[in-house]
């Protein structure tokens, strides 16, 4: 763990991976804290927590480590909300696995879309099944995708 003060006065916290020749993350360190007011290094609790990122991080780094479930939960957060050094330039925004936050971010939201796109598909089978039984559940169906989509797919008769 380095603390730096730059010209201004402030601080910059930032913490350094355990590596060997064979293994080693893909980051070369993570900066925890970037203008950070040299008073709150006075706080026990604010020191105690860059503590606990240093332990979870070298658990998580180093060759004999055995993280807890909760250190690798507090890197996978390190990693995720804070800039990251990888091959000695500074990231503005994380890297996650290779990609940009924003990237990872809108990978999420079009897979949570699709899913729900599936379940809508599976619902309206179901509800397609059932139309027959029910000439209410028709009119509803028609109502919420429209009949030039139930007259594409040929499922119910327009009238």
């Given at each position: 763990?380095?603390?730096?003060?730059?010209?201004?006065?402030?601080?910059?916290?930032?913490?350094?991976?355990?590596?060997?020749?064979?293994?080693?993350?893909?980051?070369?360190s993570i900066?925890?804290?970037?203008?950070?007011?040299?008073?709150?290094?006075?706080?026990?609790?604010?020191?105690?927590k860059h503590?606990?990122?240093?332990?979870?991080?070298?658990?998580?780094?180093?060759?004999?480590?055995?993280?807890?479930?909760?250190?690798?939960?507090?890197?996978?957060?390190?990693?995720?909300?804070?800039?990251?050094?990888?091959?000695?330039?500074?990231?503005?925004?994380?890297?996650?696995?290779?990609?940009?936050?924003?990237?990872?971010?809108?990978?999420?939201?079009?897979?949570?879309?699709?899913?729900?796109?599936?379940?809508?598909?599976?619902?309206?089978?179901?509800?397609?099944?059932?139309?027959?039984?029910?000439?209410?559940?028709?009119?509803?169906?028609?109502?919420?995708?429209?009949?030039?989509?139930?007259?594409?797919?040929?499922?119910?008769?327009?009238?």
């Open positions: 763990m380095l603390y730096e003060r730059d010209d201004s006065g402030f601080v910059i916290v930032s913490i350094y991976p355990a590596n060997t020749d064979n293994r080693k993350p893909i980051e070369s900066t925890l804290d970037i203008w950070l007011d040299p008073i709150k290094l006075n706080d026990k609790s604010f020191l105690k503590w606990n990122d240093l332990m979870a991080y070298m658990e998580n780094t180093s060759l004999d480590g055995n993280p807890t479930f909760l250190q690798r939960q507090r890197v996978s957060y390190l990693r995720t909300f804070k800039n990251l050094v990888v091959d000695n330039k500074w990231c503005c925004f994380p890297i996650i696995g290779g990609a940009y936050l924003l990237e990872y971010i809108s990978f999420l939201i079009i897979a949570h879309s699709c899913i729900i796109s599936l379940s809508f598909v599976q619902l309206l089978f179901k509800c397609l099944q059932l139309s027959r039984y029910s000439p209410k559940l028709i009119v509803i169906l028609r109502a919420l995708c429209g009949n030039l989509y139930f007259q594409y797919l040929n499922f119910l008769p327009l009238g």
